[in-house]
């Protein structure tokens, strides 16, 4: 089965905890504080795999954790990192944040990878907190958390030439015909429901990929007949073959068909509806399709190149390969994404943390506020106390009481509320 469309989720490992330890060794009996850090998170990365063409294995497994750092040990032994977890993709393979519908990144060369989340930093052990004026710290960091995401992954094949036209025009007996593709062809519509790729060759040796992409139909730019599935994979194709039924045997008019599929290419992306194409009129083997053929040349601008041809016996078929393989000369390749680590790097907003105020509490919370929040371990008096003190210099106070709070108000972070004392 064909999938181009997955919904997973990823989070990367959590870092391991710091750990608050001293040396307790014969003849030393004030030793100093030797707590080991965590270790990183591992993190989540999607592997470009040219042996993979579809999706098919996310439709099985939806969830993707990276393995968490371990703790830190007494005697300065710092724990080791998470493993990174390594999800393999097709080439083509498009990923987006599931809720802002932001570009992560765009797959298409082997051996390219993204991280998808990030693991988190391992908590600091009680050895990172001595000072000439703390030398016995009784406190250590939590490690952070993981990034998690939910993504959308979308498949868009990678070929020179689409094939695009209405149901049952010969799409698939025509790439049949020039490649080794054995797509299932019969005389009804839709026969065609996933797309198909080929190799055609020529006797110089130049080849090129061909999909097939199945049947469009009025309103394919909205989603109907699938419309979407089979327009995303038009997107990274050169050129265009544009197959049209001029035998009349459905009483279709191949003009009104053209106009029809270039409609829904402009809605679904304008940028679509302006790469070359080249007008295949098919089934000229059935008696009047030269009557409709000469209707259709006197209906297209003067100079438009057609190429009538018969996919079922290979009349003109080869003259349009020639053709198709001239064309692809003169136009440009798609640039491929670097071989290389690549990541989105989203927008951070200079702003620290904020207050607002939901049914009389006032709600603390911002990125820098998360992040000591998870790593206080609120257990141990003396990091609750540091909590304190970084809120208080970060200039929390000083906002809450801007927002109008007083002393006895419900102050929450997090999962933690504490009553505000001026």
Do not use: C
């Amino acid at each position: 089965m064909f999938y181009d469309y997955a919904r997973i989720f990823v989070k990367g490992g959590d870092g391991g905890n710091g750990v608050v330890s001293f040396r307790r060794e014969k003849y030393v009996p004030e030793g100093g504080p030797n707590g080991g850090d965590g270790g990183k998170g591992g993190d989540v990365m999607m592997v470009v795999n040219s042996g993979l063409s579809t999706l098919v294995d996310f439709r099985y497994r939806r969830h993707y954790k990276a393995e968490r750092g371990e703790h830190g040990q007494g005697k300065n032994m710092h724990g080791g990192n998470g493993e990174n977890l390594v999800i393999q993709v097709p080439p083509g393979t498009v990923v987006r944040d599931a809720d802002t519908r932001e570009l992560i990144a765009d797959l298409v060369a082997d051996g390219q990878r993204a991280v998808m989340a990030r693991g988190g930093r391992g908590g600091r052990g009680n050895a990172r907190f001595a000072t000439a004026t703390n030398r016995v710290p009784t406190l250590a960091e939590n490690g952070e958390p993981g990034e998690e995401f939910w993504l959308e992954m979308e498949l868009k094949l990678l070929a020179d030439v689409g094939l695009i036209g209405f149901p049952n025009v010969g799409k698939s007996t025509l790439i049949s015909r020039v490649s080794e593709a054995k797509p299932k062809i019969a005389n009804y519509h839709f026969t065609t429901l996933v797309p198909n790729l080929g190799v055609v060759r020529v006797p110089d040796g130049r080849s090129f990929v061909m999909a097939d992409i199945p049947g469009l139909i009025e309103g394919a730019s909205t989603g109907a007949g699938l419309g979407h599935q089979f327009l995303r994979h038009t997107e990274r194709t050169r050129l265009l073959l544009h197959v049209l039924d001029v035998s009349g045997t459905e009483g279709r008019d191949p003009v009104q068909d053209m106009e029809t599929v270039n409609r829904e290419l402009h809605l679904y992306n304008p940028e679509l509806a302006s790469r070359p194409q080249v007008i295949v009129a098919n089934k000229v083997d059935i008696p009047g399709a030269l009557e409709n053929l000469e209707q259709l040349r006197s209906a297209l601008p003067a100079g438009t190149d057609i190429f009538p041809i018969s996919a079922l016996t290979g009349e003109g078929v080869q003259d349009l390969v020639w053709k198709t393989i001239q064309t692809l000369d003169s136009l440009p390749v798609m640039p491929a994404a670097p071989i290389e680590e690549v990541r989105k790097v989203k927008f951070e907003t200079k702003e620290r943390f904020r207050v607002e105020v939901e049914d009389g509490v006032y709600v603390v919370s911002g990125k820098e506020i998360d992040r000591l929040f998870a790593i206080t371990d609120f257990n141990n008096e003396a990091a609750v106390k540091r909590f304190q003190n970084v809120v208080r210099k970060m200039g929390v106070e000083e906002l809450l009481r801007e927002k109008g709070a007083t002393t006895g108000d419900t102050v929450r972070i997090k999962d933690l509320e504490f009553e505000y004392v001026e």
